[in-house]
């Protein structure tokens, strides 16, 4: 085999990382090596990502990664928070600074939107959860806007074009767009037509675990990027974090904590009824060919937006210390409707809270840091019982017996939410990684390179898993 390294870089809402895998003695070993902070910035027309900043810590990144595996790198793979694009001008190069979803923007979109096409004949065709955030509402803001035309690549992709990869959609990032048609697997027509957005400028359509071509340009000066493979993995960071745990069996359900919290399981196709359509499930490319059934839930987006609401007042506790707090706290006798729109939105998350609680005839909180454990607390147990209610339609809506729930990425570590989960859902809460996004990112490439096995078919994702497992 092959001795040389892999790199994985993991596009984060709050924080991006670049890690490595090496073979020392013939067993993989990975070791995170850079990482730094990210979060959408207010421009005057609106909310953004720093792309410049983006794409230097991932250069970074990969400079010290090479200085560390003298070795050599074979191969590369970049996933990242979906829906979100650059857009291109006819050489590829970016024509402004990427839209954050967040943007109130697409909320005004999708009502406009929704005045051609109706949400009913959407669903029919996506089968994937409404959602304002979506890419399509995105590319319609920008046409009403009356930006020109242009090509665009989700910025997993980008960061693999920029290394020299050919561009293209990978398809489990794709299916978050809504421009996907869930019968035919391909860009739907219809919705690109009805939205007035141009088919021939959408990139050409992959299966996690492609070949994009060799690095190139200036990083392929140093010795170790001489000859390294570009590879689309599961772009879409929440399916790679799927593919990077270690479960086989059909008992089990997932939710990939962080910024979001997606709540779901692994099905071998789209999962539809009138009953799921009703309940705004989604339906997204997973590795293999299969299908991530699942809902976004409101994430760690809710206690972060808190505390930064209260270092504004120059109170700055940590997350760590905010759990503490609320230790031992009788629970809230009013829960939060942790799903609600406006809780989606950036800023003043204290207030916003406050005034749900208000709608429901609840008493508000204390907004000053003094009721910082009280707010803690209502978020913890509100997101515990909508994880529940959440899975209890999954094992409706699949018919799976679920026995275990794993729960990944950063917001695994919070001891006191698993054990809220544990308690409301009856599952056994089974830890896994905190860089789940990267285990499955580096299992991809290796599936990838170590595998014949077509990328689309269930044997891959077989082995995929199989590296998951001697990765963790
Ligand atoms: C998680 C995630 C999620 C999407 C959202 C945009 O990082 O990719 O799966 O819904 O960000």
Redesign the pocket.
């Given at each position: 085999k092959d001795s040389r390294a892999s790199i994985a870089v993991d596009l984060?809402?709050e924080s991006c990382r670049v890690s490595l895998l090496r073979w020392p003695d013939g067993a993989p070993q990975t070791q995170l090596v850079h990482r730094f902070g990210n979060g959408p910035v207010q421009r005057e027309d609106g909310l953004h990502w720093p792309l410049d900043r983006i794409v230097d810590g991932v250069e970074e990144g990969l400079r010290k990664c090479a200085a560390l595996a003298p070795e050599g790198i074979r191969s590369i793979a970049v996933d990242g928070?979906?829906?979100d694009y650059v857009r291109l001008n006819d050489e590829g190069v970016p024509i402004a600074e990427p839209f954050c979803?967040r943007d109130e923007r697409n909320v005004r979109a999708e009502a406009e939107l929704h005045q051609h096409l109706s949400p009913e004949r959407m669903r029919e065709a996506t089968g994937i959860q409404q959602l304002s955030?979506n890419t399509l509402y995105q590319l319609y803001a920008d046409r009403k806007a009356r930006y020109p035309p242009s090509r665009w690549l989700n910025l997993p992709e980008y960061m693999l074009a920029w290394m020299g990869g050919e561009p293209v959609a990978e398809f489990t990032n794709a299916t978050?767009s809504q421009l996907i048609d869930v019968h035919t697997r391909e860009w739907s027509a219809e919705i690109f037509r009805e939205a007035g957005l141009r088919l021939d400028l959408a990139p050409r359509l992959v299966p996690p675990g492609t070949r994009l071509g060799k690095l190139r340009g200036p990083l392929q000066q140093l010795d170790a990027f001489r000859d390294t493979e570009l590879i689309a993995p599961a772009c879409?960071?929440?399916a790679s974090a799927i593919a990077g745990i270690p479960a086989v069996g059909e008992d089990w359900a997932y939710i990939s904590s962080?910024?979001?919290s997606?709540v779901g399981a692994l099905t071998s196709r789209p999962v539809d009824s009138p009953a799921v359509r009703e309940d705004n499930f989604t339906n997204l490319g997973a590795v293999g060919g299969a299908n991530c059934f699942h809902k976004?839930v409101n994430g760690m987006w809710l206690l972060k937006q808190c505390e930064s609401a209260w270092t504004e007042q120059g109170f700055t506790p940590g997350v760590s210390e905010l759990l503490r707090s609320c230790e031992g706290l009788a629970p809230p006798a009013t829960l939060l409707e942790v799903d609600d729109p406006d809780l989606l939105l950036m800023g003043q998350m204290p207030q916003r809270i406050n005034r749900q609680l208000v709608a429901k005839g609840a008493s508000p909180l204390d907004e000053s840091p003094d009721g910082a454990p009280t707010f803690v607390s209502l978020i913890l147990y509100s997101l515990a019982s909508r994880y529940a209610e959440v899975l209890g339609r999954v094992k409706q809506h699949t018919g799976k017996e679920l026995r275990r729930v794993f729960v990944v990425g950063g917001g695994s570590r919070n001891a006191q939410l698993n054990r809220l989960t544990a308690e409301m859902t009856g599952l056994e809460v089974c830890c896994g990684s905190v860089e789940s996004s990267t285990l499955g990112n580096f299992a991809v490439q290796l599936a990838t390179l170590e595998s014949a096995c077509s990328p689309s078919s269930s044997s891959f994702a077989g082995e995929v898993c199989e590296w998951a497992r001697q990765l963790s």
């Open positions: 984060g809402a928070w979906a829906v979803y955030i978050h879409h960071d929440t962080g910024t979001w997606l976004n």
